[in-house]
């Protein structure tokens, strides 16, 4: 779940089958919008870029055993895959071995980014 300004947005499955989508609800109450609406994807660990205008996150097809790197326009309300992973893996594992997951908005690039976080 992240908030920013007066929405809370939040990742919810149907019926256990562990496949989510983001939701999004006015942080004074109210119905809750499904933003992905995708069955054969799951979208989660939803992250606001610093102007609000982008959610990172994380994004699997059904079909396939790579996760995904993402990012959610709340202009057109479309998704956009980044990383579009082609090899197999191990299901949640990149091509590396090491997890695909959205942590962070870096947007200062002349600071450095750890080094732990670079592999």
Same mark, same amino acid.
């Given at each position: 779940?992240v908030v920013?300004r ?13 496949y989510?989508?983001l ?8 119905? @809750?919008? #499904?933003?992905t609406?995708?069955? *054969?994807? !799951?979208?989660?660990?939803? +992250?606001?870029s610093?102007d609000? %205008? ?10 396939? @055993?790579? #996760?995904?790197?993402a990012?959610? *326009?709340? !202009?057109?309300r479309?998704? +956009?895959?980044?990383t579009?992973? %082609?090899a197999?893996?191990t299901?949640g594992r ?11 908005w ?14």
């Amino acid at each position: 779940m992240v908030v920013r300004r007066e929405v809370i947005v939040y990742q919810q499955d149907f019926g256990g089958g562990e496949y989510y989508d983001l939701f999004a609800v006015p942080s004074s109450g109210g119905a @809750p919008v #499904n933003l992905t609406n995708s069955p *054969d994807v !799951s979208e989660t660990s939803p +992250r606001f870029s610093p102007d609000g %205008k982008l959610l990172a996150l994380d994004y699997k097809l059904k079909s396939s @055993p790579a #996760n995904e790197i993402a990012v959610f *326009d709340w !202009s057109s309300r479309a998704v +956009r895959n980044l990383t579009n992973e %082609k090899a197999k893996t191990t299901p949640g594992r990149s091509r590396h071995g090491v997890r695909t997951r959205v942590r962070f908005w870096q947007t200062d690039l002349t600071q450095d980014i750890p080094t732990q976080l670079r592999s």
